[in-house]
């Protein structure tokens, strides 16, 4: 409470108010399954609380109890085989340092080949990139990079946010289709956040969870669909 007007504090203090912690709910009544090799896509504006749901599956997952991973009510389950690679800008990030494409990929996977492989999936398979570093990478070839790095950890559960937010409209849908591609040839659950029609469009996901400040519904691609034409 410090900061406030001193008789405020004295009376705050009277009723035992030693500090101040504004909360609110921003996942409330959720209740929802994730089936196996399935593409959700995440939708919402932002501050919704689409972030905090792929920590609190992250947290789940890994055991995590720290606040920022952990429900205050309720539980959520993961199974015990579940591999998570996940993608938060600025929380969880592959870091390519000054290493190539390649030799990133190839320290994850340890198989040359496998890692030719994945790069190759993630639309990077042109040779010459094999040897590029990150920062030397366009703004879409550095998103299948991303992509490649989250891959090369075999991954059976998938989560990404902000998805393709920096690309431009056809380089995103092109990376979407791809990435919604690879996810499926591998049978990978995923969980992908975007604030995009048009990659929301190109990853074509199984359903669509709307998420709104404290409340959200899960829709089928086929109502979901027909919803966004009747608008």
């Known amino acids: 409470?410090?900061?406030?007007?001193?008789?405020?504090?004295?009376?705050?203090?009277?009723?035992?108010?030693?500090?101040?912690?504004?909360?609110?709910?921003?996942?409330?009544?959720?209740?929802?399954?994730?089936?196996?090799?399935?593409?959700?896509?995440?939708?919402?504006?932002?501050?919704?609380?689409?972030?905090?749901?792929?920590?609190?599956?992250?947290?789940?997952?890994?055991?995590?109890?720290?606040?920022?991973?952990?429900?205050?009510?309720?539980?959520?389950?993961?199974?015990?085989?579940?591999?998570?690679?996940?993608?938060?800008?600025?929380?969880?990030?592959?870091?390519?340092?000054?290493?190539?494409?390649?030799?990133?990929?190839?320290?994850?996977?340890?198989?040359?080949?496998?890692?030719?492989?994945?790069?190759?999936?993630?639309?990077l398979s042109d040779a010459v990139l094999y040897r590029a570093r990150y920062g030397e990478l366009s703004t879409g070839q550095k998103e299948r990079a991303r992509i490649a790095s989250l891959l090369a950890e075999k991954p059976n559960l998938l989560l990404i946010d902000e998805f393709a937010a920096h690309l431009d409209t056809l380089t995103a849908m092109r990376v979407a289709k791809k990435v919604a591609e690879i996810i499926r040839e591998a049978g990978i659950t995923a969980l992908i956040i975007t604030h995009r029609p048009e990659v929301l469009k190109a990853l074509d996901p199984d359903r669509v969870l709307f998420v709104g400040y404290g409340t959200a519904r899960v829709e089928d691609k086929g109502k979901s669909e027909k919803g966004r034409k009747s608008e």
């Open 1 to 123: 409470i410090k900061g406030l007007p001193e008789n405020i504090q004295e009376l705050l203090k009277a009723f035992g108010v030693r500090h101040r912690v504004i909360q609110r709910p921003v996942l409330r009544n959720l209740n929802f399954e994730i089936r196996p090799g399935e593409l959700i896509a995440v939708v919402g504006a932002s501050g919704a609380g689409k972030t905090t749901l792929l920590r609190l599956i992250l947290g789940a997952a890994n055991g995590w109890w720290e606040e920022l991973f952990r429900p205050t009510e309720g539980k959520i389950e993961v199974p015990d085989n579940a591999k998570v690679s996940v993608m938060i800008p600025g929380e969880f990030e592959p870091a390519f340092g000054t290493e190539s494409i390649l030799e990133h990929v190839y320290r994850k996977i340890s198989d040359l080949n496998a890692a030719v492989e994945v790069l190759n999936r993630a639309g």
